[in-house]
């Protein structure tokens, strides 16, 4: 027998015991509890028919450190061995046998309840259903509690409403003895001895999962980690599950003092995610696989572990890690996605061009040294970009592969050099044919949510500060993830379904055609009902006054071709489409050019499309005495709590930066549509005022251009 382990028999009472007590835990070097609930009741049911279930394996070796425990009650016990393989199985059995809740992969305690039927000998997940009715033992929990008050409990219950002869009584007792003697179940555990060190543990852990399909090359890298610089995986266990509370819930969950978290409305962090954005930028490699071997120190030709090349990795990964988990860096890249137009995870179709993007945002900071201003610019067009090419969908890590490569050669801190390559390659994708030809077939899809192209549309409405179809209420509010729900706002077809099915167009993927949608609310809805676009628009166009230069905005943001609708539908479809595309192309020019503005035929420019103020500056309003050195300004965003302070130069202090423009200063935070003068608000003496209003108190030939 191998000096490394030994089979030993294990029951399920004795594992479920051993759990309880906190002697057997969990290794840092596993993966959170994972199983669907459907996998829980399906071990349930082959542990209770006599079906084989695998083994587990230990490893023998004492103390609390570097560990984890199952279940959320207190642990009496220190550890005597730790679970290597194995891990979602014990999870399941323990969390179904004793009914205590456990803290899933969301970071959410949860309890997971099995139904039984002693009649038919069925298991299913239970549900509000199988709780009501009487056939059924709603949480097996009860049973391994007490077989005997779990019996005559369901026997009560049970005789409400229906009768039992002494034969099926006496079946019931034989099934419920059955059940409960799934606690002498025993498995083959096969223990790892004290003498075997960590490295070797993970080794094995590897190994045992590499053939599988459960566990990716992340979960190595993080195994890895656990073993050589196990603080940094705490470190990424803690980001992700912060990513998912307020500083007040974490301070709540761990008693630290918490006034930051990475919670966000975009991306719900995973280590197993931004792994990928520490590899790209430590080891910048796109392929997990090679930055795993890189890990590991072996060398590439010989194959042999060189403990130096090792090291090396370990100190890029520290380095890399140290910018990712950065809460400046974190917060300020976030509003590169806002900045272009994307407002919530709904209208992202893939994380990995969040991760990939925050990659490429941190070379540029940390490699190339380019200003945070001028690299939120370059980056929001480049992810918006991604997004809506769906760049890194397919292939992901071959396409940030492809694109890391890009960097390889350039002199570090040449910012013009990483700009140079950032334009290079959008101008490439986002060639003249990509408009006219590309777009708009990507629009022929009924998949809403899954459309990147669609998904780009929207966040082009947005950018351009568009209203909803037929209403005066901004596209961007109905997507603001962080207000209250308007009821009935959503995506309405411009060709209602009923009266398409009178044209004989049932077909659903033909009626939800992404370019027969339109944001509007109910109340639009219900005015359009059935009918067909002829009859209503007119009618709609009247009611809401939607003439002039709003009528010809509406036409222009909801891609709305000249006299639409009297089109037959696929008519409809192919002109809409294009002009989709128009709006994304108008979109992505006003990020790449803020004084942007798309050509609207029957728009005419009035004073109110014309900005307020134009050529001030606050160094203007620093020169009348209207500002001065030290006053406070703040937004008035009341969910932004960003303060800048004015110079002994007349300019805004924000983020280490200096502006003269609080357009560009509001931009440099993430406000895109609200005019800079109204947003900055400055506190002097006690009267908050806008820079606005500050303006127009100016001579009048000094505001010449107000």
């Known amino acids: 027998m191998s000096d490394l382990f030994k089979p030993v028999p294990w029951t399920v009472q004795n594992l479920v015991a051993a759990v309880q007590d906190g002697s057997l835990r969990l290794p840092d070097i596993q993966r959170p509890f994972v199983w669907e609930k459907v996998k829980v009741r399906d071990l349930i049911d082959s542990l209770y028919r006599g079906y084989p279930v695998g083994e587990l394996m230990f490893w023998n070796t004492p103390g609390d450190a570097d ?15 730790k679970i290597v393989d194995g891990q979602q199985r014990l ?24 139904a039984f039927n002693p009649f038919t000998e069925r298991f299913e997940v239970t549900n509000a259903a199988l709780e009501k009715n009487a056939e059924w033992i709603p949480d097996i929990s009860t049973v391994f509690a007490s077989p005997l008050k779990a019996r005559k409990s369901f026997i009560e219950r049970y005789l409400v409403a229906h009768e039992l002869n002494d034969d099926t009584e006496e079946n019931l007792e034989a099934v419920f003895a059955k059940l409960h003697g799934l606690t002498n179940f025993t498995f083959t555990v096969i223990e790892l001895q004290p003498t075997v060190d960590r490295e070797k543990v993970a080794e ?10 459960s566990l990716t090359q992340a979960d190595f890298i993080l195994t890895w980690l656990s073993v050589f610089w196990d603080e940094g995986r705490d470190q990424l266990e803690d980001f992700s599950r912060n990513s998912r509370l307020s500083p007040d819930a974490v301070e709540e969950l761990t008693g630290k003092k918490t006034t930051w978290t990475p919670k966000n409305h975009y991306i719900a962090a995973d280590p197993r995610k931004i792994i990928r954005v520490i590899v790209a930028v430590g080891q910048q490699r796109g392929r997990l696989r090679n930055a795993y071997n890189a890990l590991r120190g072996r060398d590439p030709r010989t194959g042999v572990v060189v403990p130096a090349n090792r090291d090396k990795e370990l100190d890029l990964i ?22 272009a137009g994307f407002r919530s995870k709904k209208m992202i179709t893939s994380d990995n061009t969040v991760l990939y993007t925050y990659a490429l945002w941190l070379i540029g900071l940390t490699r190339f040294g380019v200003d945070r201003s001028t690299l939120r610019d370059l980056m929001a067009r480049w992810f918006f970009m991604s997004q809506t090419t769906g760049r890194y969908t397919n292939s992901p890590e071959t396409a940030i592969e492809e694109d890391l490569a890009r960097f390889a050669d350039l002199p570090g801190n ?68 962080s207000a209250n729900t308007v009821k009935g706002v959503e995506g309405h077809h411009l060709f209602p379904r009923a009266y398409l099915k009178t044209l004989g167009i049932t077909n659903t993927k033909q009626v939800n055609q992404v370019g027969n949608f339109a944001p509007t609310d109910w109340a ?71 004084n942007y503005q798309p050509d609207v035929p029957g728009a005419e420019p009035t004073a109110a499309d014309e900005p307020a103020i134009t050529d001030l500056t606050t160094i203007e309003l620093f020169a009348a005495g209207l500002l001065h050195a030290g006053d406070l300004l703040t937004t008035a965003d009341p969910e932004n709590d960003t303060i800048a302070e004015i110079t002994e130069d007349g300019l805004i202090s924000l983020d280490e930066h200096t502006y003269d423009s609080p357009r560009r200063a509001a931009r440099a935070i993430g406000n895109e549509q609200t005019d800079g003068w109204d947003y900055w608000i400055v506190h002097d003496d006690q009267n908050p005022r806008s820079l606005k209003e500050l303006a127009n108190l100016l001579p009048e030939e000094e505001s010449a251009q107000a």
């Open 67 to 81: 560990t984890k425990t199952i279940g959320t009650g207190a642990k009496t016990q220190s550890a005597s061995a």
């Open 318 to 339: 520290k380095v890399a890690q140290t910018h990712a988990l950065n809460s400046t860096n974190w917060d300020d890249f976030l509003r590169v996605l806002g900045r």
């Open 524 to 594: 639009t809805n219900n005015l359009i009902s059935d009918r067909p676009p002829e009859e209503y628009w007119p009618e709609l166009a009247t009611a809401r006054s939607l003439t002039g230069s709003t009528l010809a905005n509406q036409r222009f943001w909801h891609a709305l071709p000249e006299g639409w609708e009297s089109l037959s539908y696929d008519e409809f479809l192919v002109a809409r489409r294009q002009l989709m595309a128009q709006v994304v192309k108008a979109g992505f020019g006003r990020l790449a050019d803020p």
């Open 414 to 481: 040449d910012s013009a050099a990483f700009a140079a390559v950032i334009t290079s390659v959008i101008d490439t994708v986002f060639s003249p044919d990509y408009w006219t030809i590309r777009l708009p077939e990507d629009f022929v899809t009924s998949s809403t949510s899954a459309s990147p192209a669609y998904q780009a549309y929207l966040a082009a409405l947005n950018i351009l500060d568009a209203d909803l179809f037929a209403l005066t209420e901004k596209v961007r509010d109905w997507m603001d993830p």
């Open 204 to 213: 094995i852990f590897v190994r045992i999962n590499s053939e599988g399909v």
């Open 91 to 114: 999870t399941s059995l323990f969390v179904v046998l004793t009914g205590e809740p456990v803290v899933d992969d969301d970071y959410r305690r949860e309890r997971i309840r099995i």
